[in-house]
């Protein structure tokens, strides 16, 4: 919902397109309807029924070649845009430029996905992949809670800590997909003493080989969840 103050300030000092610079038309957003048109977003067929990868010109669900092999802890994941172009730069505006003006606009998106993909009615909370100390410290706030405090919201479900990192692994960025698996064995545990509900939402910025979501429902599983979905903003192309 659209709040009275919000329609005033929009009026008094127009907010400008995040990607193409124009005077934003719709309200309380910083992307335009023609640059949302443009977005890369993932359709809602053709996908991997744990991963959510697509396959373009497959029909239906499937089970794809490495959720065979490697076997995610995760019951499903899914994103709502392949990180590439436009989509790629609001990401990285977002997770590392203090844009957080566009957390409304990022949360829309992971909001309709959510919901088409899910039963909401199911999800027992939402919870954040939490940041490495050294992430948060440079940047200064955690992109993926920001993320679940709004999704939470928006779903009328609690907002939950549940996980913490553990050790200090290496950065993900530039890893192979070996190399990514083995970096996240062991890096989270549960943040609190009291059971893990039934079945948690975990809210990450950016899904590349799903490692990381992976060692998180495998960490909440172990710990008495049922079953984890994961949803991510954007899916790494390979």
Sequence with gaps: M??????????VWPRMCQI???????????????CLMRLPFLP???????????????????????????????????????????????????????????????????????????????ISCIVPIPSTLSSRWLRGYSQCEILAKALARRLGKPFA???????APRSQRGLSEDDRRKNVVGTFAVACRRAVPELPLVIDDVMTTGSTLSEAAKTLKSAGASKVYCASVARAVR
């Design 161 to 167: 800590r549940l996980l913490r990192r553990v050790g």
């Design 20 to 34: 193409c610079g124009r005077e934003v038309d719709r309200p309380a957003r910083h992307i335009c309807s023609d």
């Design 44 to 122: 809602t067929d053709g996908l991997c029924r744990k991963c959510g990868r697509d396959a373009p010109g497959l029909d239906g669900e499937f089970l794809c070649d490495e959720c065979r092999a490697f076997r995610p802890s995760f019951d499903r994941a899914v994103s709502s845009f392949r990180m590439e172009g436009d989509a790629r730069e609001l990401v990285n505006a977002f997770k590392f430029r203090d844009a957080i003006h566009l957390r409304d606009d990022i949360v829309d998106f992971l909001e309709a996905t959510v919901r088409v993909r899910f039963v909401v009615d199911g």
């Design 2 to 11: 659209i709040r009275p103050l919000e329609r005033l300030y929009d009026i």
